[in-house]
Nanobody, 132 residues
Framework: QVQMAESGGGSVQAGGSLQLSCEVSSLRAGAAGAVCMGWVRQVPGNGREAVAT????????YYADSVKGRFTISRDNSKNTMYLQMNNLKPEDTAMYYC??????????????????????WGQGTQVVVSA
């Protein structure tokens, strides 16, 4: 089925920037109705938190309140790589970041407030560490 591979993480000082990349295999949307792609992050001991999503069938995007105005989700021209540009990083952004796909929610903007439990398949993740 579809495969995801994350890269671009690293260690930066607060206020710095990173760009994460998600390489998507040629097999798209392993699950029927998976019209959203996005990024989640996970801190040890906690569940996955939705960070940003983009609608496959348009340019609609969603950002968690904690990252809005600092992060930007995008795709390349070939639509086989997804990016997360992370600016003005904060220590609270420290986490393992994953990319995946999932369904649109009913009764709201496409891909907004995603249920991350329905997203996948997650790659191995890329670690982001932001020091104060």
């Amino acid at each position: 089925q579809v495969q995801m591979a994350e890269s671009g993480g690293g260690s930066v000082q607060a206020g710095g920037s990173l760009q994460l990349s998600c390489e998507v295999s040629s097999l798209r949307a392993g699950a029927a109705g998976a019209v959203c792609m996005g990024w989640v992050r996970q801190v040890p001991g906690n569940g996955r938190e939705a960070v940003a999503t983009v609608y496959k069938l348009g340019d609609s995007t969603y950002y968690a309140d904690s990252v809005k105005g600092r992060f930007t989700i995008s795709r390349d021209n070939s639509k086989n790589t997804m990016y997360l540009q992370m600016n003005n990083l904060k220590p609270e952004d420290t986490a393992m970041y994953y990319c995946g796909q999932g369904p649109a929610r009913v009764g709201g903007p496409p891909c907004a407030h995603p249920d991350v439990s329905l997203f996948g398949p997650w790659g191995q993740g890329t670690q982001v560490v932001v020091s104060a």
